[in-house]
Nanobody, 128 residues
Framework: DVQLQASGGGLVQAGGSLRLSCAAS????????IGWFRQAPGKEREGVSY????????YYPDSAKGRFTISSDNAKNTVYLQMNSLKPEDTAVYYCAAVDPPPGLSAPALHYIVFDYWGQGTLVTVSS
């Protein structure tokens, strides 16, 4: 069974940092792309960071660029999301998800495809 376990959420003051982890199992980690998504109350889910483990390429939409860093430890089948300079508007439940991307898919394209497997969320609360 594919499993994705997100952890590391918590309460942090504005300007602070958090590192989320996504532990994966049940699939060939090196062949998959992992994305971090978030959903705030009353808002649609949005993708914030992506990594394609096939080639290590990454993509960040504008909301995360310069503040979030996604990385992958293939030996541990774990993807991390380092979040710095957090803002109250970053408050949301954060989810990790996985997809087996088509060969040659560019990292920015990960922002637009459907992810097949989802973990449970971890809550990030940024206080002002």
């Amino acid at each position: 069974d594919v499993q994705l376990q997100a952890s590391g959420g918590g309460l942090v003051q504005a300007g602070g940092s958090l590192r989320l982890s996504c532990a994966a199992s049940g699939f060939t980690f090196d062949d998959y792309a992992i994305g971090w998504f978030r959903q705030a109350p009353g808002k649609e889910r949005e993708g914030v960071s992506y990594i394609n483990n096939r080639d290590g390429s990454t993509y960040y939409p504008d909301s995360a660029k310069g503040r979030f860093t996604i990385s992958s430890d293939n030996a541990k089948n774990t993807v991390y999301l380092q979040m710095n300079s957090l803002k109250p508007e970053d408050t949301a439940v954060y989810y990790c998800a996985a997809v087996d991307p088509p060969p040659g898919l560019s990292a920015p394209a990960l922002h637009y495809i459907v992810f097949d497997y989802w973990g449970q969320g971890t809550l990030v609360t940024v206080s002002s």
